[in-house]
Every structure is written in structure tokens, then in C-alpha cells.
């Protein structure tokens, strides 16, 4: 039995004290960012009292019925925003300095409006309270993102690295990247992509990631409107909020995003656009031939740019592979990214970005003050795993195992869950997207309890933009094995089965 002490000193950090969370599992904004708002309103509020020790991560989870981690966030932003302060191995506490009165509004962040409390940018605001964010990754069925591990190719890398394994100093590299990578990447992106470019239009980046973060920062100003496909790609339209830009989605259908309220005029030219037209993400769709020539009309008449995402065009499947769309660009308005994240090794954070020629100088003055250069040691090896002639070869292997993934994993879940959900087989990619047949109505709700069962269910409605379609899954199939896929898609069975 627990002490009194240990009872009393319980009971004052217990937060059901006058304050319970009300939180919507539904909502586009995560768990743990709607525990932030909660806590950050209440702490105005006063139900919250400066100086007040917040609950352990332990016994709110108890209490509020969140997961530790999801706590452990909110309370990190707390901190980040200047509301509590973390005490070594005594816990977190509000400020004691935070004013008497409550604020009106603080449950809507307020671009622009100055606050003495505020240490964060109010972009950085934005983005923390606007949709889902990259989480940890769980290695369980279905995690999307996950590559199968290749003895032949890991063999070779290792190899490869033992060449440059040279501490010697050598100073800086080129602010675009290593030459001989950037020739490779060109080469490969002109045979299998139709990309037309040089290797002075290239910069290697840290994955896809930091390709859109830079082109976003080049072309867009705070306030500028940008037009995104509804769902998006979540980290794209975080680093959108990250830059000031006002987003508008338009939405997806199996030929792609529609275009029509751009083309018809209803809509303000926007200063950007930002697709995935190869391989939509997270629908899958593949945007059509005709829309993609309406769009570099449009783009070419209005001076907008196209960021084009070809985040996966390694893994095609049936067909031939389809041309970028950079590579059927007349007036230089598309800037094309892609990556070795999927096609190789996520931890080697190697991606790149073909930018027009005019713009080369604009973007070789701003990427110093981003990161300098990229780190060269992991371009040389890319760099001579390509130009030696091993990548094809990688690529055959691996899309033979992707493709019998992917026929495996549908085959299972159509078997054990047809009743529930219809299965979109993709022609591309390494992730596929189920459909409610009209059992379910809460994406959210079967992530949630497929979770608690063991296996990773992404909820597409968690990506969208405007739209309220919560009736779509994402499973991701790379790196999936026999034993995983059988016992993964029982366990969902059953949470189907327990609706």
C-alpha cells in the first residue's frame, strides 16, 4: 500500500482536479496538439494556477486515457511556447510569472497579434496546430515507409563505403552536391523519368523533405496563396505553414487533382502548386495526360510554379513508367524532386532537386544559410553504386518483392475483410490505400483500435485539407513478410469484426 505521503502528494498532481480534456479522436489536428491547446486554454483560464505542477506523463495517461508519449508532446510544446518549464527529476510546472487575467482567444492562435508570452514564431504556431505531424515510427504490419532489408545490395554499399571511409580534411563540398552524384542522378532521372536538366539545375538535399523546404522558401512569400491536392501529403503542408503561405486544397479523383476551379477562373492564380502526380499521395491516383497539360498551360500563362513530388517513380508495376511532368514542361515552371529514401536506404537522407536554370544562382545563394553543403561521404557511395551499374539490377530485385507484397497483402485483406473494405490496387508505389463498403464511417476510429491490436492503419481523413471523406485507409506493403501480412490482417479482421 502506498504511503499517505505518497497518497497525498497523488492527489495534488492528479489533473482530474477540475480539469478533464476534451479531446476529438476525429479531428485533423493530432492528439497531442489538441492536449496542448486544452492545457495551454485552461492554464489562461486559471484552472491551470501558475506554479502549479503539471501530472506525470503516467498518471494523466491514467487519467485522461492518452498514451505517454502523446502527453509527452504536448507538454514539449508547452515549454517550447513558453507556458511550462521542465525541472530536472522533478517534473513539469507552469510559469509562475504568467499574467492573472485569461486569455479571449488562446484556443485559436492568433497570426500576427504580438504577445509578450509568445517565444515561437507564429508560423511555428500554425504548423503545430494544423494536422498531423510525422510520429515516431512503430515497426509493426502495415507502417508505411519501411524498406525490406537487401543482403546483395547492403553487401555492395558496404563495399562502396570502405572506399571513402577518409577522415582526411578536405574542407567544404560544392553547395549543390557532390559532381559525380549529380551527373548519376541526371543520367537515371532522363532514362527512367523523362526529366530534362543538367547536373548544374541539381542539388542533393536531406531526403525529400528538405528538397520542398527549400524550393518552398525560394518561391513563396508569407500570405502567398498555394494550391495543394485534398489529401496532402502532411510534411509538405507543414512546411507550407512553416513558410507563412495561405493553402488551398482541391481534390483528388482517380485521374488526379481537379483542375477545374483553377482553369475556370473561380480561383486567384496561386503562386504555387504542389502535386504528386505520378503517384498521388496518399489516393494513389495517377493524374491524367490531359490534366497535366492544362496544368503547365496554366501554369505558363499565370507565371505560376509546380513543385512536382516524385517521391516513389522507382516502383512501377504494370505499364510502362509514366513521364514527369517536369520533363513535359516547355516555359521552365516545374521544379522536380525525388529521392533515394524508398529506392535505397531512409537513414542515408540523399533526395534532390532539379530547379530551371534561371533559378540555379537564386538557390545556390540561399542553400548556404540552410546547411552550408551536403555531407559528401553518403554522395560518394550513391554516386559509384550508380555509376558502377548496380541500381538496375537493385531496382529489378526489389520491385519483384514490393509487387509480391502488394498481391499478397490485398489478397488477405479482400479474403478477411471484404465485407468491410474495398482494396485500391495501386500500379505504383509501396503503399495502398482500402476503402469503406459502408460498415465504418471513422477511419480514425478503426486507426485507433487497430493500433491497440497491434498493427499500423493510417487514416487518410488525418491528411485532408477541406474535405470530410473519413472512409479511407492507408497500409503501407515494403518490407512486409509473410508471417506479418497473415497475422496483421487477422488482427484487423478482428477489428472489424468487433464493430
Known amino acids: 500500500m502506498p504511503s499517505t505521503k505518497r497518497r497525498l502528494a497523488r492527489r495534488r498532481e492528479s489533473p482530474s482536479a477540475g480539469f478533464q480534456p476534451r479531446l476529438d479522436p476525429a479531428a485533423p489536428a493530432s492528439l497531442a496538439r489538441q492536449l496542448y491547446l486544452a492545457l495551454r486554454e485552461a492554464i489562461a483560464d486559471g484552472w491551470i494556477k501558475p506554479g502549479q505542477r503539471l501530472p506525470s506523463s503516467r498518471l494523466a495517461a491514467q487519467e485522461w486515457g492518452l498514451a ?45 497579434k504580438s504577445s509578450p508570452r509568445r517565444s515561437i514564431s507564429a508560423s511555428v504556431t500554425a504548423m503545430l496546430t494544423r494536422g498531423p505531424s510525422l510520429e515516431p515510427q512503430k515497426l509493426l504490419p502495415f507502417v508505411t515507409g519501411r524498406m525490406a532489408h537487401d543482403e546483395r545490395t547492403a553487401s555492395l554499399l558496404n563495399r562502396l563505403a570502405g572506399r571513402h571511409m577518409n577522415y582526411a580534411f578536405e574542407g567544404y563540398g560544392d553547395i549543390q552536391g557532390e559532381p559525380d552524384l549529380r551527373a548519376a542522378i541526371v543520367a537515371h532521372v532522363a532514362a527512367s523519368r523523362g526529366v530534362r536538366c543538367t547536373p548544374e539545375q541539381l542539388f542533393i538535399t536531406a531526403g525529400t523533405q528538405q528538397a520542398l523546404d527549400l524550393a518552398f522558401r525560394v518561391l513563396v512569400s508569407p500570405g502567398d496563396r498555394v494550391v495543394v491536392e485534398d489529401p496532402c501529403y502532411p510534411p509538405a503542408r507543414q512546411c507550407l505553414a512553416l513558410n507563412g503561405a495561405e493553402i488551398l486544397g482541391l481534390p483528388v479523383d482517380p485521374s488526379g487533382i481537379v483542375l477545374d476551379p483553377l482553369i475556370a477562373g473561380t480561383l486567384a492564380p496561386p503562386a504555387l502548386v504542389y502535386v504528386t502526380p505520378s503517384n498521388q499521395y496518399p489516393s494513389g491516383s495517377v493524374l491524367s495526360l490531359p490534366r497535366r497539360l492544362e496544368l503547365l498551360a496554366y501554369a505558363r500563362e499565370h507565371g505560376c510554379w509546380i513543385v512536382e513530388d516524385d517521391y516513389d517513380s522507382e516502383f512501377r508495376y504494370d505499364g510502362h513508367a509514366i513521364a514527369s511532368l517536369q520533363g513535359l514542361d516547355q516555359a521552365d515552371r516545374v521544379l522536380y524532386t525525388g529521392t533515394f529514401s524508398k529506392a535505397l536506404l531512409p537513414s542515408l537522407r540523399l533526395g534532390y532537386l532539379v530547379v530551371p536554370p534561371d533559378l540555379v544562382p537564386v538557390f545556390r545563394a540561399v542553400r548556404p544559410a540552410l546547411d552550408r553543403c551536403p555531407p559528401s561521404f553518403q554522395q560518394r557511395v ?3 553504386f550508380l555509376l558502377e551499374g548496380y541500381f538496375p539490377a537493385h531496382l529489378r530485385r526489389l520491385r519483384e518483392r514490393l509487387r509480391a507484397s502488394r498481391d499478397m497483402l490485398a489478397r488477405m485483406l479482400q479474403e478477411r ?5 474495398s482494396v485500391v490496387l495501386p500500379d505504383q508505389g509501396i503503399n495502398l490505400t482500402v476503402r469503406s463498403t459502408g460498415t465504418w464511417s471513422s477511419d480514425t476510429q478503426i486507426s485507433q483500435t487497430a493500433l491497440a491490436h497491434g498493427v499500423v492503419v493510417m487514416p487518410l481523413s488525418r491528411m485532408n485539407v477541406a474535405s470530410l471523406d473519413a472512409s479511407r485507409l492507408l497500409l503501407g506493403f515494403s518490407g512486409l513478410s509473410d508471417r506479418e501480412a497473415d497475422l496483421g490482417t487477422s488482427a484487423l479482421a478482428k477489428v472489424f469484426e468487433s464493430l
Open 68 to 112: 505517454r508519449g502523446t502527453i509527452a508532446e504536448a507538454y514539449d510544446i508547452l515549454i517550447a511556447e513558453g507556458y511550462a518549464t521542465a525541472r530536472h527529476g522533478s517534473g513539469t510546472y507552469v510559469l509562475t510569472d504568467m499574467p492573472a487575467e485569461p486569455l479571449e482567444t488562446v484556443a485559436q492562435p492568433i497570426v500576427g
Open 382 to 384: 550513391v554516386a559509384d
Open 417 to 421: 475483410m471484404g465485407e468491410h473494405l
